[in-house]
């Protein structure tokens, strides 16, 4: 064995039910190096590393720690082989200090008393570059202070091999060159770092080899100095499946939509939709391509009045029959009661699009209880429509008051989209409309949206299959960091194309 | 590595028939009465039959016991009634003391200070309007500080059940003329503000108000486009926002609607029950009324059925109390059995318990 290794995979399988998240998985890690795993979203990357964390144990398949194998069963079990994770979520007590947060569940008589804790953090932050108000609240911290403190906590407990998910997703491209100086030091001092990232450049800029995983299998590793951007995207995207999708060409466009400046910043202070332009015309349908959190989801919602947007933002909307209006500064509700046909499939369809303990008639019914007379409701017309959107789309339920929390997620997206088309929209917005859904329904949704890209309604696609994408859109428009990295002809692109503009925000912008 | 099935396990279980969902519960009372039947026989050498029928007679035995037993039932389900439209928006008012005290003190205000200046009709419907409003005050401030920053509700509503009992006893104070701690009967010979008697039923017209309130919020919540709008915003924020729906509006005149209408039991306790006004004039109800919501699953109709069943109880324990000499606490032990077994067969109409060689996996 080589002893230069710091951990060894060994045909790992983990399996969610019927999903294989992980498929005989075998890489290693080695010691003084950085290792960048990538993997587009649902590569199985986050799930490998919580199995050396002691989070989900191996189906199958072995794990060596310094070439003895190993069986990690709890978090408990990682820390005592030296492995610490640092989670996207951090794990920290807001109403505790800094130093109170590290020495938090260790025993105080193994030299772990405040006084001593804090030499020797300080000693750690010394070491590696990190700056740190130990008696900070973390409550008074942002995120990157956080971030501080989850990667010395880990250190202060002795890890030498240190695993961070999607690390910089959540910081500014300054604190991101400081995290990584902080990695470099503890490279060279001789420990292992594992950085999970679907970001080329910074893989590029930290790693010293790469390991890519796809669909949850293996696919290979790299050194870095001998790749370049474009084998990366090969290897994580792969080649481009044929999908017998249809795409007609509709000679007619009316201009349906005109975005302008976009601007949404969120409640960390974060530029989440960062000025964004484009138009949107009817009988086509604009894909969306990008990284999950991109700003689709913010995008899609400012449209719709659910998101504030910043000074500047503009969302014409020229409808049909109703005139031209502008919808920023416009409530959900007046743009409903405006009688403009905007529909909307958002990505939580049981969260936001439905109401999970409610049957389908009252479900049709949600963005049009308000008509009819009266302060009663009218059941009468969403019954009607329910009958028919459970007959048109064969949602399998056993009677229209069935909770449709209760339904499979096939059909309760059939009702969200069924209601949706059924306001004979002229704009129809979807986010990621067939994730986690069948084959077949998801054909069943792919046909539907060209159907209504057929009637003349203007369609938008937020999407994470690339071939998709490719396969159904008339163009595709690249989000990265919540700005447009590049609108391509969807039927000439190519998938190396989109994957380069979704991981790497074109210079000077 | 093996992954080994435990040995017991608990599963969902939804769709339970409403035949099966009854007869759990049957099976649960009778298992209850058994229980009781061996804590009663242990304790106190009794015959648990005698103390059963002795249970039955302290809410039924003459007229006017039974008529206290409906009276009673009619005020806790009022205010379980007025909690329902918060709850079902997943706003959890604990403050119904507050808001029936309040109630109930504006309606003994109006009481003293207007009793002999207008008619009693009148002043029967100004107090109806007066102490709703009173209440709906007390529902206000939590909501619109909810609506506005968040707070938390449950314990801003709490907290203003103390604020309330401390105006009460404020007022008691200023109103006291014989300085015993009490306001005593208002308007005792007057009876201003008294409910009348109608057909020589003393009670009646709290029989009527509660009735045709509980109507009132079961066809409002099932009913009106209000309705929907407190069931959408309870399942999920978003999907409020989604449908264009204004939520803090509707936090706040949901509220404004649960406040009043616990107010309004305040009102009925005070001009038909007890012509008096004290801490004790809500009683622990505002909490009891908690617990009726919650096992009728939030159904008006259905907790007509558990404000009785709670009412019973409790005379009941009263009862066995002076029959046999035991101290109360006995009696409500058994009443609190019954009340656990009630609340344990719930989870069995909605979970079941799977043992390990049931798999078939």
Known sequence: MDNNCAIQLKNITKSFGAVKANDNVSFDVR??????????NGSGKTTVM??????????????????????????????????GMIHQHYKLIDVFTALENIVLGLDPKENNDLVTARNRVNDICSRYGFEIDLDMKVYDMNVSQKQTLEIIKVLYRGADILILDEPTAVLT??????????????RNDGKSVVIITHKLNEVLEISDRVTILRKGQYIGTVNTSETNEKELTEMMVGEKITLDINRDFIEEKHKRLEVKNLTVINSENKKVVDNVTFDLYSGEILGIAGISGSGQKELLEAIMGLQKCEEGSSVVYYSTAHGVHEL??????????????????PEDRLGMGLVGNMGMTDNVMLKRYRKGAGP???????????????????????????????????????VLVGREINNKPTVLMTAYAVRGLDINTSYAIYNLLNEQKKRGVAVVYVGEDLDVLLALSDRILVLCNGKVNGLLDGRSANKEEVGLLMTNLKGGE | MANKQPLIRIRKKEDRSFLEKILIKVIFIILALVISALFINSVTKLNPLSVYSSMFKGAFSTPRRIWITVRDTCLLLSIAVGLTPAFRMKFWNTGAEGQMLIGGLMSAAMMIYLGDKIPSALLLVLMFVFSAIAGAVWGFLPAFFKAKYNTNETLFTLMMNYVGIQIVEFFVDVWDKKQSHSVGIINGTSHAGWFPSIFGQQYILNVLIVVLLTAAVFIYLRYTKHGYEVAVTGESESTARYSGINVPKVIIRTMLLSGALCGLAGFTEVAGISHTISVETSGGRGFTAIIVAWLAKLNPLVMVIYS?????????????????????????????????CILASEFYTGYEIVFRHKEEQ
């Open chain 1, 50 to 83: 919580n199995m050396l964390a002691g989070i989900y144990y191996p189906d199958e398949g072995e794990i060596f720690v310094d070439g003895k194998q190993v069986s990690i069963k709890d978090p408990k079990d990682a820390f005592d082989l030296g492995i």
């Open chain 1, 328 to 345: 920023v500064g416009l409530s959900t509700r007046e743009i409903i009661s405006f009688g403009l046909h905007l529909a909307f499939v």
């Open chain 1, 173 to 186: 491209p300054q604190e991101t060159e400081k995290l990584f100086n902080i990695l470099r030091n503890m």
């Open chain 2, 308 to 340: 009785f069943l709670i009412v019973f109880l409790n005379k009941g324990a009263v009862q066995i109390a002076s029959d046999f000499n035991l101290n109360e606490y006995a009696s409500n032990i058994i009443a609190g059995i019954l009340l656990f």
């Open chain 1, 31 to 40: 010691k003084h190096e950085i290792l960048a795993l990538l993997g587009e």
């Open chain 1, 376 to 414: 009663f409701l009218h059941h009468a017309q969403p019954l009607r429509m329910a009958t028919k959107i459970r007959e048109e789309l064969e949602v399998d339920t056993p009677s229209l008051d069935y909770p449709v929390r209760r339904l499979s997620g096939g059909n309760v997206q059939k």
